[in-house]
């Protein structure tokens, strides 16, 4: 059984969810890249009823892109990425937006075709721990 807390970056939404993680992907598809502003969307993926909204529920505003079954939910205030409630019964929850430590690996890079020309190799370049001195 997992559990896990997340919430949005000023903290109006809250969440959390208990049960078993279906599936975590990290997607490099044009649609992940453009909503993320970053290399790849980190989705983990849980079973609807597994999945409670603790505050802010009310708040939430949602992006359709049309005519496709792309759907971002995201907090108005501060705009941070929030999880969405499928009709499928999965809940998809971005990995950025947890709070509790989650120690459980991606299952796979998918829409790998779809990276950008510098996503690649990136465990080979230069690490600083915190923000590298300006001198
Ligand atoms: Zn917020
Ligand atoms: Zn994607």
Known sequence: MDSFRGSCLCQSVTYEATGEVQGFYLCHCSHCRKISGSAHGANIFIKVQSFNWLTGEDKISHY???NTR??????PNCSSTLPVLRGNGHAVIPAGSLDS???IKPNAHIHYASRMGWDHDLEKIKTFQELPDND
């Open 64 to 66: 359709n892109l049309q």
């Open 70 to 75: 792309f759907e971002k939910a995201f907090c």
């Open 101 to 103: 430590d989650f120690s």
